[in-house]
Every structure is written in structure tokens, then in C-alpha cells.
């Protein structure tokens, strides 16, 4: 009985120590589906939570908290939100909770400027992909900013950013990616693939081919006319040369006549230019879905030397309101930025004599650089500034050593060569100071860190992800197989060749010696001889 009668307490109890357990709440999720005809990259999508939100009991109003991750994107200067991010989506929205055409835009263009201002950065939640979307999952109340990549036509780009709410722990949100909305791409052919990719390196002077790839909008219904245009800006470091070809491919990879894309370009102001492509319209009625643009530029001595490379970045700017009446300005979007990054690196020599624990700098010292693994090739040609050596290219080695083509120890027999790309090359010296020895050749080979001295395809893919990125242009060097910071060359003064003297002369004088009295005792026998026949006789 007494078992029978504790029975229903230890029930209550077991079930007030369930009660007092923490209680783990089922976070929301975003799903993206891709447009018609299209595919997402669960890689690339990427969700960003902008602020942290807190519903009232009723799930009516909301308050807002800005993530501290994004408190450096509200302090950019001279920008509407500027100080007031909160404040500025709020003005967006009107009293009913509704989104105006004017402010929808605003909005869209704030999009992309976090996507712009976000990509690369470590505080993102990653997707999961499933059956073509992409799903964001264990996603807390807030205010998100979702972006990623549509892949269509064989290219791709940062081409969706949107902006939603997750309003509470079970709140499940769909998307419906626009497919719309044209995009661009850019990429730079790479020597180590053969291919286009997101970045390349090379020696300053070098020719650069630079592809650009943008989509032609799958519905330009109502348009009477239609803004397709690009624009291309570069570094300081890459001087544009020309428009190679402006192509229209359809879905099967069927290529337009290399005449049939009217375009106008407006040559480069400032390292930036663009391409206004005219007859968007009749393109898309011939069933083309995009346009690849290549041209052809250089890396000049502007480039900046290994660190973060040296970005180009497109966008376009395209029609967004079929219902424009032709009054005023064209209503225009834009797609978010792309780029593509120019590495070239450095080679510093240092020349010297004495221990190299304390060494003694020699100064005036020439030397050469040649191409490849012997000095029978081509030798390098450079221009100096503040003491630096500025790659310029190559020229035949069999021609007259030129003052283009010297290298000379300075300012503590330092050599400091710049705009290099990646390869082997051959320090030659050509003249030392009186009373040294020249020293050998050395065998130098310099690599982009991150990929070390064999490129295979998964370093291209690495750095194509994280391309731009501090230090991501940094080099390693080896002379004559050791890893170094510098190349330090020895110069000495060498031995004394051997001279005649010490044992070699003794030997001579014994040997001397024996000749002198073989002769000596020869002839003493000789005239004994001549004694003994004369009393003989």
C-alpha cells in the first residue's frame, strides 16, 4: 500500500524536474529556389544575420538589435544609412508595412552593398544544398541578408543579395530566386590552367586577357527599350589595350557573327570604361542568353607588389521598370560587383662578405637576371626608381650587355627587384670589386606562397575563393634549393694558389744532389780505371 500511495509523488516529481529543464527551441530556416532554367551553389550562398530581433508576446512588433559584426558597414561615411542603418530600413517601409517601387530599389541597392561589404568575411552561416535550392537552417529571430550565386550559362556570379526576416524559432522562409535579373562575371587567363579563372600572375609589362561574362535577362516583356551597360573598372596597376571581341552565345553554345552585338565603348577615363550594348531586345529575341567580352590590357609599374593583388571589378548596370513611360531617367538597377585579381611579386638580393652573422655589405657589385634554368635564354631588362628595380621584360641573352639589363648592389648591397612573376630564373654576376672572386650562379625560383612551386588544380581553386585577400599575393623564394626571405650572395677573396717551394723544392735539390754525385763517383771510377791500365802498361 505504501508503495501504491508514492507513486503518483514520484510522478509529480519526475515531471516538475522535466518541466525545470532548459527547453531547446527549434531555430527557423531560409530556403532559396533558383529561377527556370537555373542552379544555386550551396557553396557560395551565403546567410548573414544584420540584426538580432526580439518579438513583442503578440508577435506584432519587433525590436531590432544591430549585430555587432555590422557596426563597421553602418559607420561607412557619406552614406544615406551612415550612424542610422535601423533608422533607414525603417523609412523604407510605409505605415501599412508595405514597400513603395522608389524605396524597393533603395532597398535592393542596400543589399548589394552588404553583399559587397560582406563577401569573404567569417561571420556567415553557411547553406546546404537539396535538389537544386539551398537551405539555411538553425537560424535565430533577425534580419538576414542572403546572397549567393546563380550558376546559368556557363558562368558565375555574385547575382542574388536579398533581404528577409526570420520572425520566430519555427518560422520556415521561402525565396524565390529572380531569374530575371541579368548578372556579369569577370575572370584573367592563368598560365598555370590554361583557363580562365579569378586571378593570374605575372611580370609587370605583360599582357593581361581579362574575360567578362554577362547574361542577357530571360523576360524583357514590356520593355520598349532596354540599359544594358558595363562597367569595368581597374587598378592603378593595368593599363587597358583593347577590345578583342564582343560575342553573343545562345543556350547550346551557338556564337553570334562577331559584328551582330552593337555596342559602344567609352575608352577608359581614370582606369574605368564601359560597354553600352544597344540591341538587348532583338538579342533576346534571337534567342541568345549572354555575352562574353574579352580584352586585352597590361600590368604597368603601378602594380602593387604581392600583399592583395591588384582587383579589377565589373557590374551592370541594366532596365528594372518595363513600365517606364520615357520620361526622365531611365529606372536602372545594378548587379553586385565582380572581380578578378592581378598578382606579380618581388626578388630581393642581398651581397656581402665576411661571416654572415656579421656581415660587411659590398656595394657596386653588378649582376643579371636571366629566364628559365640556365643563363643561354633571356635576360631581364628594368627601370630603376628610388633605388628599386622595376621589371620592364625580356630580351635576347646574345645581345650587348645594356644598362637596362644591370643590376647593382646599393645602399648596403641591397638589390631589390620588383614585378616578377612566378618561375625559375638565374642570378648571374657579371662584375665584382677588385680583389674578390666572382661568385657563382645562382638557380632562383619564386612562388606564390599559398600554391607553392607546383600549381595543380586545387590551388587555382583555392585561390580563386580567397583571391584579393591580405597577403594572399605573398611570394616564397629558394636559391640553389633553400628557402630564403633574400638571396644572399658571398663574395671572397679566396687562397693563394700553391707555388713551387716547400716539399716540391726539396725533392728537386736531393734528386739535384744524387745526379751531381752519381756523376761525381762515375767519374772517380772512371779515372781509376785510366790509374791502373797506365801502370799496366
Known sequence: MKTKKRLPMILVLCLIFVLALPMTAFAGSITINPPAGANLDANSYKAFQIFTAEPTATGDNVVYTLNDDFKAFEAIADKPWTGKLKTYIEDLTDSDGTVSPASQVKLEALAVELWNWSYGKGFAFDATGNSGSVTFTGLDSGYYLIAGDINRAGSTAKAFATLTNVKDSDDSVTINAKGDVPFISKEVYNHHSSDYEKWADLGIGEAIEFKLTSTIPSNVTGYESYSYIIHDTMSPGITFGKIESVIAYKSDGTKSPEDLVDYALDK?????????????????????????????????????????????????????????????????????????????????????????????????????????????????????????????GWIPKDTPVIDDTILTSVNGGNINIVGIDEGSYILHELETLPGYNRADDISVVVYNKLNGKNVDADHVLALNQIRGEDHTGDSNCEANGALTHVVNVYNGTGSWFPGTGGIGTTIFVLVGLLVMLSGILGFMIYRRKSSVRALLK
Open 268 to 392: 577608359p577615363d581614370a582606369g574605368k570604361f564601359t560597354v553600352d550594348v544597344k540591341n538587348i531586345i532583338a538579342l533576346h529575341g534571337a534567342g541568345y542568353t549572354y555575352i562574353e567580352i574579352k580584352y586585352s590590357a597590361a600590368l604597368n609599374e603601378n602594380a602593387i607588389i604581392e600583399q592583395a593583388g591588384n582587383p579589377n571589378e565589373v557590374y551592370l548596370e541594366y532596365s528594372n521598370n518595363p513600365n517606364w513611360d520615357g520620361t526622365g531617367t531611365n529606372p536602372t538597377g545594378d548587379t553586385p560587383k565582380d572581380d578578378a585579381v592581378v598578382y606579380t611579386y618581388k626578388l630581393d638580393v642581398f651581397k656581402y662578405t665576411g661571416n654572415f652573422e656579421s656581415p660587411q655589405a659590398l656595394d657596386g657589385v653588378t649582376f643579371q637576371l636571366f629566364n628559365g634554368s640556365g643563363n643561354d635564354s633571356s635576360v631581364a631588362s628594368f627601370i630603376q626608381a628610388n633605388g628599386i628595380y622595376i621589371f620592364q
